[in-house]
């Protein structure tokens, strides 16, 4: 209820905003007419959606970003999978899932005389979900609605009729600032602290908060030289503004680029779309089994001893293995089932979600494969937009941004600022793209990152779990702010602990 007042709250300053601009600036009319917009396009939105060609060509898509269909339309996985011999790798992982199973049904069957069939960890980490439904309903109806009718105003604003276009641009660019600060910036994470929610809840609201404030920036970053180039020329009785349907699917589909038309496949299969969940079930499965028999064990026996250099180098060693299940299984179910599930129900072809990262000599190519939809975003928004004179500069912002938000998405979700990863981007990923760049090749390279990547996982993993039981064995009732900013693990002895 607390949330649903914040928000509700938020979104009526918002809207007495809409309606001091209509009033101002004789925007009356425009206020009923684009109700009535909303109104009548809501209402039809399936048709408008089941309507458009799946013979779209992306001739307003830059070729940087949307290469020929038939090197785009498939996901790279999907291909691989057809050949017999690369199928047998996931065989194999499914294999080692068994065993998994197995080995926790054996172990609970001998501690406890009987088989415990719980998935305790599962249920603690995705608790309070109908919180995260409610506060992810609000979330997405807020992006719908505020940065659609921000755009419509401020793009009839500038037809030159009513006057004053640039205090108007002034105005409801401030708003839409203030609603990505505010509403989409720290009304979640609000949320997510206030409630204490467990970590895989907290991951499910801030990713949608981040993905969900780049998908806003896009629509109006891909819109708003449009408006200007119509201002400028008068080739048309009004602005082209997108119609709601062309923005409820932007925000669905899996790109973080707008664009008024995508390419479309003629049909939907069901059955993929179920096969896609279904084995994000099954990762979800896998990663509880990887935590329950390789790191909950090991780091509640490591948290009851005094770390030295010794146990710190077999942490990170022992920590390799699931370090590297859980990047793969996040890779797989995210970037792989999941993205492609969405586009298959949405009948979007463009399927380059991730190129074939594994076959990476080099970070350089590995950053730009590894996640091809958050680097089109970055390359368009960050690099392109304002330092593309200046690459190294360029490349040095683009590496700081990408390395805060994913240190903000950690700190806010495990409770905790423990700016492991952040040093890894800037320092190690750094280096490593200068010395491992794009000339180097060979497979050599190809085992050097790979070995980096493991290593690099097992200091993730190894340094946030301690960190994770040394707030739980080590609690401080009123922290100053330099204790809150100081990892717990450095100073949580053996003789301190509360337990």
Known sequence: MQLLLVYFIFYIFLFLVFLICTNVFGFQHLKNDLLRQFDSQVSD??????????????????????????????????????????????????????????????????????????????????GQFPLVVCTWMCMFLSVFLVPYTLFHLWAQSQSGSYGHPRVSSLLLGSAFLTYQVLGLGLLPAYVVVTNSLPPASCFIIIIEQVRLMMKAHSFVRENVPKVLSWAKDKTSPGPAVPQVSQYLYFLFAPTLIYRDKYPRNPVTRWSYVASNFLQVLGCLCYAYYVFVRLCIPQFRSISLQFLDLRAMVLCVFNSILP????????????????????????????????????????????????????????????YRDFLLRFRLAAMLF??????????????????????????????????????????????????????????????????????????????????????????????????????
């Open 45 to 126: 939105l399936v048709d408008h959606l089941l309507e458009e060609s799946s013979s779209l060509e992306r001739s307003s898509v830059p070729a940087a970003f949307s290469p020929p269909m038939s090197d785009r339309e498939r996901a790279k996985l999907g291909e691989l999978f057809e050949v017999d011999h690369i199928r047998t790798i996931y065989h194999m992982f499914i294999a080692l899932l068994i065993l998994f199973i197995l080995s926790t049904l054996v172990v609970d069957f001998i501690d406890e005389g009987r088989l415990v069939l719980d998935f305790d960890l599962l249920v603690y980490a995705f």
């Open 323 to 382: 370090g590297v299940l859980v990047l793969l299984l996040a890779f797989f179910a995210f970037l792989h089932c999941w993205l492609n599930a969405f586009a298959e129900m949405l009948r979007f072809a463009d399927r380059m979600f991730y190129k074939d990262w594994w076959n990476s000599t080099s970070f350089a190519n590995y950053y730009r494969t590894w996640n091809v939809v958050v680097h089109d975003w970055l390359y368009y928004y960050v």
């Open 398 to 499: 683009v590496f700081t941004i990408s390395a805060a938000v994913h240190e903000y998405i950690l700190a806010v979700c495990f409770g905790f600022f423990y700016p492991v990863l952040f040093c890894l981007f800037m320092c190690f990923g750094m280096m490593f793209n200068f010395i491992l760049h794009d000339r180097r090749k060979g497979p050599i390279w190809n085992v050097i990152m790979w070995t980096a990547l493991f290593l690099g996982q097992g200091v993730i993993i190894c340094l946030y779990s301690q960190e994770w039981y040394a707030q739980r064995y080590c609690p401080l009732k009123e922290p100053s702010f330099l204790e809150m900013v100081t990892p717990r693990s450095w100073s949580c002895q053996t003789g301190l602990r509360t337990d």
